[in-house]
């Protein structure tokens, strides 16, 4: 397989937890790049959204923890955006399971976008905080989306 991006320390945002999940977007962005041109690929992107679901459900509580025990103040703006995230692939992936057909473009678009924009611009923010926790801020939780946690 062609690996169509690779990590880079440049993409770290401090923890090797974290960036370890990131390596993950990664994967499933290089698992769908050889996807887009073909047809017949149903089962590989039922397979790589199956995982990418997973993965976000997974990432994200763990990310949201690592924000609040470092005292990162943005970090209930930042759930919101993750929120939003996993609905898109949750729809994406019961829509699947109700037969409709998955666009590998519109799968790979959808994390490539995330890598560039929510890892490598929102995720980076928290950084600092992750060097140099502030804990005594408040990290009291709460529900957006009516979701349980
Ligand atoms: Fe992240
Ligand atoms: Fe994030």
């Given at each position: 397989m062609v690996t169509f991006i690779t990590w880079g320390s440049?993409?770290?945002?401090?923890s090797e937890l974290l960036d370890g999940h990131h390596r993950m977007i990664i994967d499933c962005l290089n698992q769908l790049h050889p996807l887009?041109?073909?047809?017949?690929n149903e089962a590989q992107l039922a397979k790589v959204l199956t995982q990418l679901e997973e993965f976000v459900l997974l990432h994200f509580s763990e990310e949201e923890q690592a924000m609040r025990h470092a005292g990162y103040p943005d970090w209930r703006a930042h759930k919101d955006q993750h929120d939003r995230m996993y609905d898109v692939v949750f729809n994406l992936k019961a829509d699947a399971e109700h037969g409709r057909a998955l666009d590998a473009r519109h799968l790979f678009d959808l994390v490539y976008n995330w890598l560039l924009d929510?890892?490598?611009?929102t995720d980076k923010q928290y950084q600092p905080f992750l060097a140099a926790?502030?804990?005594?801020a408040d990290d009291s939780w709460h529900r957006s989306n009516g979701r349980p946690y």
């Open positions: 440049e993409m770290s945002v401090g887009l041109d073909g047809n017949g929510h890892i490598l611009g926790p502030h804990p005594e």
